[in-house]
């Protein structure tokens, strides 16, 4: 049971990056878009990213502590 909580962990860990570099990317591109409606949307974009990195990470913590509990 230890194991497969673990690799759930890491799982996460990795998606929530790449949400992460998902937002950053979006982020980048908003500064460089001359259109206002690119850049709001991009903008709008890189916030569901960060959100899906916050709610990972939120379930990534909860992961651990039932690993700290097994352990």
């Not at 890491?10 to 409606?37: H, I």
Request: charged letters at 35%; hydrophobic letters at 35%; aromatic letters at 4%.
């Amino acid at each position: 049971m230890q194991r497969s909580v673990s690799n759930r962990g890491l799982l996460l860990m990795r998606r929530v990056d790449e949400y992460r570099r998902f937002a950053a990317e979006c982020l980048k591109m908003a500064q460089t878009g001359e259109d206002e409606q690119r850049r709001s949307i991009l903008l709008q974009m890189a916030q569901g990213w960060l959100a899906l990195a916050q709610k990972d990470g939120t379930i990534r913590d909860r992961a651990d502590g039932e690993e700290d509990e097994i352990g």
